[in-house]
């Protein structure tokens, strides 16, 4: 049986919102996917670190990219 869903509305700045479509448009997840997920993770653990740390999780992504996007953005 599916999931009962509940509408939420968040209001955040334009920009956030652009990056939040476009990181959902590379998953291929929507937004309201990606915070369902994000509120999980957090209510999972105390410590906000640990929960990012999650982001990472099952995705094909080295140290070395990481460290390779880092630079590029400086």
Do not use: C, H, N, Y
Not at 44 to 61: H, N, Q, S, V
């Amino acid at each position: 049986m599916a999931e009962t869903k509940d509408k939420l509305t968040l209001t955040v700045r334009k920009d956030v919102a652009r990056k939040a479509r476009a990181l959902g448009r590379r998953r291929k997840q929507s937004v309201s996917r990606m915070f369902e997920e994000w509120v999980l993770r957090m209510s999972d653990t105390e410590d906000p670190l640990l929960a990012l740390a999650g982001l990472w999780k099952d995705r094909e992504i080295t140290l070395e990219d990481l460290r390779a996007k880092a630079w590029s953005r400086s």
